[in-house]
């Protein structure tokens, strides 16, 4: 955020292209604010990333969390590394039909994630108080979900 704004500062962005200081400041600040915001409510209001009960998980491991999903909307969950970092990933039944209710930003964060390779739903271990081949047994066990892959 810092370097963004000094970006934007008249004597560096002379010697740079516009879309370069747009960039930097006017979308690269507000975002990483924005990150930075959320990351402190994080560490003040404590709530669990993942939810599980007897109806189906609720994703809410980030900003931009898939929310509730029941049962028979899963279709499995993959567990696989990305960047070096364990992950669970979600594959709804009907993935359109999924996509098609979430918020535009969510939507496109989960086509994003499709097109690099990735679930469209992905709780990093990071999130978790247990490893995510646990919560894929216990998933998978308790509920039936069928697992994909390993991390």
């Keep these: 955020m810092v370097i963004g704004a000094w970006i934007g500062t008249p004597g560096v962005a002379k010697g740079l292209a516009i879309w370069k200081v747009v960039v930097a400041s006017y979308v690269g600040v507000p975002f990483f604010a924005a990150c930075?915001?959320?990351a402190a409510y994080r560490l003040a209001?404590?709530?669990?990333?993942?939810?599980i009960d007897s109806k189906g998980?609720?994703?809410?491991?980030?900003?931009?969390?898939a929310g509730r999903l029941s049962w028979d909307?899963?279709?499995?969950?993959?567990?696989?590394?990305?960047?070096?970092?364990?992950?669970?990933?979600?594959?709804?039944?009907?993935?359109?039909?999924?996509?098609?209710?979430?918020?535009?930003?969510?939507?496109?964060?989960?086509?994003?994630?499709?097109t690099l390779g990735c679930a469209p739903i992905n709780?990093?271990?990071?999130?978790?108080?247990?490893?995510?081949?646990?919560?894929?047994?216990?998933?998978?066990?308790?509920?039936?979900?069928?697992?994909?892959g390993d991390a």
């Design 36 to 38: 930075g915001l959320y």
């Design 123 to 148: 709780i990093p271990q990071a999130g978790l108080s247990i490893k995510v081949a646990e919560l894929a047994n216990l998933l998978h066990t308790q509920h039936g979900v069928r697992v994909e």
């Design 57 to 65: 998980i609720t994703d809410a491991a980030s900003a931009v969390g």
């Design 73 to 114: 909307e899963v279709d499995h969950i993959v567990l696989y590394k990305y960047s070096g970092q364990s992950m669970l990933g979600v594959v709804p039944r009907n993935l359109d039909n999924f996509l098609n209710r979430q918020r535009v930003v969510r939507r496109v964060l989960m086509k994003l994630n499709l």
């Design 45 to 51: 209001i404590r709530r669990p990333a993942v939810e």
